[in-house]
């Protein structure tokens, strides 16, 4: 036996501590592949038969099916040159496809046939897990006949996509196919004559052919297309042949490897999802008595159940959720309550109007307590955003809104709905600066409005961080002097953003009215509350933001190590071993512990 770098055992030996990284089992799976055709996966023997002698085994074969009239004399091929990217075993040989097949063709175009018929494998016919014949059409019983008997697919035929972009490049093996099964115009027969049509695959799914497939596939820049003299130029390492069987059996089992670690890997994900589903639901319903050690218990326990982000944008809607129902910091007699607030709110817009420096409002309904979406906490009250602050939509009269008349030598900032999405509750970006003829048809809004978007993204929300303008398909708030800012008000947008969703109609432009949002119930607390309720929301997003971001460094961690995994494997060294004993393992998630009691409590 010739001692050859073995190195995929190494790396799943260390697997626990990468299996997590992202897309990890996927480029094991094709490291794995890599190793094969390197001849790294399996050790060579010496007393296997050379591929120069496969390789004239196979010419020979070749010249008497020719002569036999079984397949036709090919045209020479191109010489290998220097098109080899890596070293090979000496007992391997570079050479073409074309060279170790019987049959390189793409299919016909096929004449489909209402019912009766052959069936035909087109390229949504071949996907990763093997030949699905649910979606093939089929071809009329009377163009079969133009059919030469070569055409007709055969147990271990390589069917490989060769138009396309996402399915250029797949590649399956014929298993058992049914009688008269032919192929398309978008799918390519390979023929394997004298070697394992298993290993060819391998190699056919490697990187090293995918990357030159997608470099090299001609055709327009809707459709790529792998062209049959691709296929039949394509360059193959060639091990022996017992080689190729001992690597087809390895790689078998690495992939089953790999399913099973992928299978482990969706089992814990779900128990995980139960249990954060489990401890979410928990603050969700909350019993009022037991409500304070839940809190703390979900929050000492979600930073090691979240491995996703996701998993984190689930208990900042958690937080939130409380938050807007008085269950997240405790309610306090002495405040006064949400409907003085309220009356004194009304009694200072009833003199603004008195003295001519508002508008009159049109005198909203009484709110049906039989209707409101939950019981609100002592102290508190319902409230709607005319009610508690200046409210209306924006304004941008001017057609086409994009006239450059507007911008030109522009000062007055201008956001749209995107800024608006992107803000993450501070609206810091705009979109354009409108000059004063663009002010002239819009308005200003100052620094602190609360934006709400009602077209195109629905119910996104912000508060502006400078004075701008917007247009009418975003909605402005200006809160009631009483309030600090508009932040607890932007906090409950955000948990009403679904129920706003239900009132867009299903189109492709969905938008809501200004009267849905002027109607929407808001559950106000006194205003020394809203105070400790921001102040509580902000020290939990803290949270989330340190528990986000240690995920993300545990996810740089471990795609780190994989990279030096992997590229051990590839390139070992004497120092391999040393190597490995020194590699740190990935962090673990930090719990948080000391600050979740904190803020739970």
Excluded at 340 to 345: A, D, F
Excluded at 522 to 546: N, S, T, W
Aim: hydrophobic share 40%; charged share 30%.
């Amino acid at each position: 036996m010739i001692d050859r770098p073995m190195n995929a055992e190494r790396l799943l030996a260390h697997y626990e501590k990468i299996a997590d990284a992202p897309d990890a089992i996927a480029r094991l799976r094709r490291f794995v592949l890599d190793l094969a055709v390197r001849g790294k996966l399996v050790s060579q023997d010496a007393d296997d038969e050379p591929a120069e002698e496969l390789l004239k085994r196979i010419a020979k074969e070749k010249a008497r099916l020719v002569k036999a009239g079984e397949i036709r004399k090919e045209k020479p091929l191109t010489p290998m040159g220097d098109d080899t990217d890596f070293d090979i075993p000496p007992t391997w040989r570079w050479t073409r496809l074309g060279v170790i097949t019987s049959y390189i063709q793409r299919g016909k175009s096929p004449k489909y046939a209402a019912a009766d018929g052959s069936l035909v494998v087109s390229q949504k016919c071949v996907q990763w897990r093997g030949l699905d014949l649910s979606a093939a059409k089929k071809v009329t019983l009377e163009s079969l006949a133009d059919y030469e008997d070569i055409r007709f697919l055969r147990d271990g035929d390589l069917l490989w996509n060769s138009t396309g972009t996402g399915t250029i490049g797949r590649v399956i093996r014929l298993l058992d196919p049914p009688e008269k099964l032919v192929c398309d115009s978008h799918v390519t027969v390979v023929r394997c004559l004298e070697v394992d049509p298993e290993y060819i695959r391998s190699w056919l799914l490697s990187d090293h052919v995918y990357a030159l497939i997608e470099d090299r596939a001609a055709g327009s820049t809707n459709q790529v297309e792998l062209t049959a003299q691709m296929a039949i130029n394509q360059v193959v390492p060639l091990p022996p042949l017992a080689e190729q069987h001992r690597i087809v059996a390895k790689v078998d089992e690495l992939m089953g490897r790999c399913d099973r670690l992928e299978a482990a890997r969706a089992g814990r994900e779900a128990v995980r999802d139960k249990l954060t589903a489990a401890s979410l639901a928990r603050l969700n319903a909350p019993d009022p008595e037991t409500f304070e050690a839940d809190a703390r218990f979900a929050l000492d326990a979600l930073p090691a159940l979240t491995t996703r982000p996701d998993q984190i944008k689930a208990l900042r809607q958690t937080i939130l959720n409380l938050a807007v129902r008085g269950k997240l910091v405790p309610q306090d007699a002495n405040d006064e309550p949400a409907a003085e607030l309220l009356k004194r709110i009304a009694k200072e817009k009833a003199r603004l109007v008195k003295e001519g420096k508002v508008k009159r409002q049109n005198a909203l309904p009484e709110i049906d307590l039989d209707q409101v979406p939950f019981e609100l906490p002592a102290g508190w009250a319902w409230g709607r955003f005319p009610e508690v602050g200046t409210f209306g939509r924006g304004r941008s009269k001017h057609r086409p809104r994009n006239d450059p008349a507007l911008f030109d030598r522009g000062e007055h900032l201008m956001i749209q709905t995107g800024d608006v999405a992107r803000s993450q509750g501070v609206i810091e970006t705009y979109t354009n600066k409108y000059n004063d003829f663009g002010l002239s048809q819009s308005f200003k809004w100052p620094k602190g409005t609360l934006c709400i978007t009602i077209a195109a993204n629905i119910a996104d929300s912000g508060i502006l961080s400078f004075d701008a303008c917007f247009p009418d398909s975003v909605v402005g708030f200006i809160p009631a002097p009483m309030f600090e800012n508009a932040r607890y008000f932007e906090y409950f947008v955000r948990t009403a953003k679904a129920t706003l969703l239900e009132f867009a109609p299903a189109t492709a432009q969905k938008n809501i009215n200004l009267e849905i949002l002027t109607q929407v119930l808001i559950p106000l607390p006194p205003l020394a509350e809203q105070y400790r309720i921001v102040a509580k929301v902000d020290a939990l997003m803290a949270l989330c933001d340190r528990l986000e971001a240690s995920l993300t460094a545990t996810a740089a961690t471990r795609c780190r190590l994989l990279e030096a995994l992997l590229t051990e494997a590839l390139t070992p060294s004497e120092d391999r071993d040393a190597f490995f004993d020194a590699s740190p393992d990935a962090k673990p998630v930090p719990t948080f512990a000391g600050d979740a009691s904190e803020a739970a409590e």
